[in-house]
């Protein structure tokens, strides 16, 4: 009886995470083309509409473990909660992530929230050992990589 008083009451958390592709056939990341090429594929039709914001979560040996998409807003911004990035990069136990958002603008070079964001994550990814290996922003034209220019 006093199991279903404490019970009755409580949300049953559920954390799940699988994959039905092998190791071998996982998608690996050598360098930021990598990345672009493989964004390019999973991103929604709005890259010039509106801006959204990618998580790619990758394994120890840089193998693509899966893809999420964080937000998607308004013509200049969409807002990233970083408690939701790590909540999915922990439920995959990701060793490591790349981020990316797109500027619809066309303009390659990050804003300057674009730089704290980043800062925030690569802090924040410290306290779980799960590092932040790049920030891509992507336009319809090219592609701007944060470990490229040595911001990271």
Same mark, same amino acid.
């Given at each position: #009886? %006093? !199991?279903?008083?404490?019970?009755?009451?409580?949300?049953?958390?559920? *954390?799940?995470?699988?994959?039905?592709?092998? +190791?071998?056939?996982?998608?690996?990341?050598?360098?930021?083309?990598?990345?672009?090429? #493989?964004?390019? !594929?999973?991103?929604?039709? %709005?890259?010039?509409?509106?801006?959204? +914001?990618?998580?790619?979560?990758?394994?120890?040996?840089?193998? *693509?473990i899966?893809? %999420?998409?964080?937000?998607?807003?308004?013509?200049?911004?969409?807002? *990233?909660?970083?408690r939701?990035?790590?909540?999915?990069?922990?439920?995959?136990?990701?060793?490591?992530?790349?981020?990316a958002?797109? %500027?619809?603008?066309?303009n390659?070079?990050p804003?300057?929230?674009?730089?704290?964001?980043? !800062?925030?994550?690569?802090?924040?990814?410290?306290? +779980?050992d799960?590092?932040?290996?790049?920030?891509?922003?992507?336009t319809?034209?090219?592609?701007?990589? +944060?470990?490229?220019v040595?911001?990271?």
């Amino acid at each position: #009886m %006093h !199991k279903n008083l404490f019970t009755s009451n409580l949300a049953e958390i559920k *954390v799940a995470y699988s994959t039905n592709v092998k +190791f071998r056939d996982m998608a690996k990341i050598r360098n930021s083309g990598d990345c672009e090429s #493989m964004l390019r !594929k999973i991103w929604s039709s %709005h890259l010039e509409l509106r801006e959204e +914001f990618y998580l790619l979560l990758l394994n120890r040996a840089n193998k *693509v473990i899966g893809w %999420h998409c964080i937000s998607q807003g308004g013509i200049s911004s969409t807002v *990233v909660d970083i408690r939701l990035i790590f909540s999915i990069a922990l439920k995959c136990v990701a060793c490591g992530i790349i981020v990316a958002h797109n %500027h619809p603008s066309g303009n390659l070079l990050p804003s300057e929230s674009d730089i704290s964001l980043t !800062k925030k994550i690569k802090e924040a990814g410290k306290l +779980f050992d799960i590092s932040l290996l790049d920030h891509i922003i992507l336009t319809n034209e090219g592609y701007y990589s +944060f470990a490229d220019v040595g911001i990271l």
